[in-house]
């Protein structure tokens, strides 16, 4: 879990070191897996104080918070959790580094505090080797921690009658979560996997050349043969991202795995709520690069690069299945294909006890909330469909073309950012939402109530 106090990038330089001294460079160019920084601020909200109400998150944080049932019904989920679609008889696979010793505990904390069922079954399995033991002062293994309660606890509060699996790994390279993922695909224990991890295809070996990623993605084709969905975040950097040497970016970048062709690319929009979970304005594409207030309880002053990733491979050509939108993607395979809630003004909460005393309720945001919530949505339609839907992205981009009802489209926002940089500030230009397919939304977002129906139909 990462203070407000601490910031991002100490955070993520700590990291580096941390797995770095166990032979596992993840930040280097050979391994630069890296979360999508799904954020959290432990210090807030202690646990005997329960969930913080919007009121309070908004006088002492500055920001909203939102609650399951907020979410749930901005998404238009209760009509089908009256037909009794809540993803039940499907399992959601999460994957993460080190895992959450707390992990238990923690979701049922959650459960309690806004009346949702505990998951038919939560299994922790270690496929890719053991995991050291967690150890509350490893700043890498804290963050991932945090990492791993937001993708179980949101993944759930989407879809709370799917059983989940957190696969955990020993380390942030990405040859371990291709394991495991391949672990769990070729044994048939579950039916959607979400990632929260990603790296700027500038950082792989060999770039611009597949060669790199054509040995990592066989648990992607492996997930295509066993009609597995795989979801990845698209980032939380918009259109830049972090160099192997912790500067950022000065063109345009997107990160694998989700400008992969055989994984749904999820990326951010704000969501404004009232208290009952109606939206007050439309959603917009998630960008806080000069949002003093989200800002300041990460550590940062504006400008800072804090937007959903989107942008165009610089590696994967365009699939066919984004045809229809050319006209935007060029040859090139543009990202994100979809957008959830990810913004730090339009928060999430969440529970966390795994570094001991004291345990608390946090604000949470990025496309790491982002992805889990997309998982969840998927869990339900494929009970909806009464099988696994597979590779959704080709009934994504015809849903689109059809203007069908349960696309809900983005206009509003980008994901140009900017940031200070060798003494001087970078803006770089990023992508405008707009009617229709665009790179900073995807499609846009979804209203799940008409989206789900539609999406079993046309996958």
Same mark, same amino acid.
């Given at each position: 879990?990462?203070?407000?106090?601490?910031?991002?990038?100490?955070?993520?330089?700590?990291?580096? /070191?941390?797995?770095? @001294? #166990? $032979?596992? !460079? +993840?930040?280097?160019?050979?391994?630069?897996?890296?979360? &999508?920084? %799904?954020?959290?601020?432990?210090?807030?909200?202690?646990?005997?104080?329960?969930?913080?109400?919007?009121?309070?998150?908004?006088?002492?944080?500055?920001?909203?918070?939102?609650?399951?049932?907020?979410?749930?019904?901005?998404?238009?989920?209760?009509?089908?959790?009256?037909?009794?679609?809540?993803?039940?008889?499907?399992?959601?696979?999460?994957?993460?580094?080190?895992?959450?010793?707390?992990?238990?505990?923690?979701?049922?904390?959650?459960?309690?505090?806004?009346?949702?069922?505990?998951?038919?079954?939560?299994?922790?399995?270690?496929?890719?080797?053991?995991?050291?033991?967690?150890?509350?002062?490893?700043? /890498?293994?804290?963050? @991932? #921690? $945090?990492? !791993? +309660?937001?993708?179980?606890?949101?993944?759930?509060?989407? &879809?709370? %009658?799917?059983?989940?699996?957190?696969?955990?790994?020993?380390?942030?390279?990405?040859?371990?979560?291709?394991?495991?993922?391949?672990?769990?695909?070729?044994?048939?224990?579950?039916?959607?996997?979400?990632?929260?991890?990603?790296?700027?295809?500038?950082?792989?070996?060999?770039?611009?050349?597949?060669?790199?990623?054509?040995?990592?993605?066989?648990?992607?084709?492996?997930?295509?043969?066993?009609?597995?969905?795989?979801?990845?975040?698209?980032?939380?950097?918009?259109?830049?991202?972090?160099?192997?040497?912790?500067?950022?970016?000065?063109?345009?970048?997107?990160?694998?795995?989700?400008?992969?062709?055989?994984?749904?690319?999820?990326?951010?929009?704000?969501?404004?709520?009232?208290?009952?979970?109606?939206?007050?304005?439309?959603?917009?594409?998630?960008?806080?690069?000069?949002?003093?207030?989200?800002?300041?309880?990460?550590?940062?002053?504006?400008?800072?690069?804090?937007?959903?990733?989107?942008?165009?491979?610089?590696?994967?050509?365009?699939?066919?299945?984004?045809?229809?939108?050319?006209?935007?993607?060029?040859?090139?395979?543009?990202?994100?294909?979809?957008?959830?809630?990810?913004?730090?003004?339009?928060?999430?909460?969440?529970?966390?006890?795994?570094?001991?005393?004291?345990?608390?309720?946090?604000?949470?945001?990025?496309?790491?909330?982002?992805?889990?919530?997309?998982?969840?949505?998927?869990?339900?339609?494929?009970?909806?469909?009464?099988?696994?839907?597979?590779?959704?992205?080709?009934?994504?981009?015809?849903?689109?073309?059809?203007?069908?009802?349960?696309?809900?489209?983005?206009?509003?926002?980008?994901?140009?950012?900017?940031?200070?940089?060798?003494?001087?500030?970078?803006?770089?230009?990023?992508?405008?939402?707009?009617?229709?397919?665009?790179?900073?939304?995807?499609?846009?977002?979804?209203?799940?109530?008409?989206?789900?129906?539609?999406?079993?139909?046309?996958?």
């Amino acid at each position: 879990m990462m203070s407000a106090r601490n910031g991002i990038l100490a955070a993520v330089a700590a990291a580096c /070191a941390v797995v770095g @001294a #166990a $032979g596992v !460079t +993840a930040c280097s160019a050979s391994v630069p897996a890296r979360h &999508a920084a %799904g954020v959290r601020h432990a210090d807030f909200f202690p646990a005997g104080h329960g969930p913080p109400t919007p009121a309070e998150c908004r006088k002492d944080l500055g920001i909203a918070c939102y609650s399951p049932r907020q979410v749930q019904r901005a998404y238009d989920l209760p009509p089908l959790y009256a037909k009794g679609f809540d993803g039940r008889g499907r399992t959601i696979v999460i994957v993460d580094q080190f895992g959450s010793p707390a992990l238990r505990h923690d979701l049922a904390v959650f459960d309690r505090a806004f009346a949702l069922p505990a998951p038919p079954s939560l299994r922790v399995l270690q496929p890719a080797g053991p995991v050291p033991r967690f150890n509350p002062e490893n700043p /890498a293994m804290r963050q @991932a #921690a $945090g990492e !791993t +309660a937001l993708d179980v606890e949101w993944s759930h509060a989407i &879809a709370p %009658g799917a059983s989940i699996l957190l696969a955990e790994t020993p380390g942030t390279g990405f040859q371990q979560f291709m394991a495991a993922e391949n672990y769990v695909i070729n044994r048939n224990l579950g039916d959607v996997i979400s990632q929260t991890f990603a790296g700027p295809e500038q950082n792989f070996p060999g770039f611009p050349g597949r060669a790199a990623f054509l040995r990592l993605r066989y648990a992607y084709r492996n997930a295509r043969r066993h009609h597995v969905t795989v979801v990845a975040a698209s980032g939380d950097l918009g259109v830049t991202g972090n160099t192997p040497f912790g500067t950022y970016y000065q063109q345009r970048v997107v990160s694998w795995p989700a400008s992969d062709p055989l994984v749904t690319g999820v990326g951010g929009t704000t969501l404004h709520l009232n208290a009952a979970g109606g939206r007050t304005v439309p959603d917009t594409a998630w960008n806080e690069t000069r949002d003093a207030a989200v800002l300041r309880l990460m550590g940062q002053t504006p400008p800072y690069p804090f937007a959903g990733g989107g942008g165009l491979s610089a590696v994967f050509a365009r699939p066919a299945y984004q045809d229809p939108v050319r006209g935007i993607t060029g040859n090139h395979r543009g990202v994100p294909d979809v957008s959830m809630s990810a913004s730090g003004s339009g928060s999430v909460l969440g529970f966390g006890s795994f570094t001991g005393a004291p345990a608390a309720w946090q604000t949470e945001w990025g496309t790491s909330e982002a992805a889990p919530e997309f998982a969840g949505i998927i869990a339900i339609a494929d009970q909806y469909a009464h099988k696994r839907l597979g590779l959704i992205n080709p009934a994504l981009y015809r849903l689109e073309q059809q203007h069908a009802p349960g696309i809900v489209d983005i206009t509003q926002g980008s994901n140009t950012v900017s940031f200070p940089q060798n003494g001087r500030i970078f803006t770089l230009q990023g992508y405008q939402a707009m009617p229709g397919y665009d790179l900073a939304t995807g499609i846009g977002t979804i209203n799940a109530a008409l989206f789900v129906p539609e999406l079993a139909s046309a996958g």
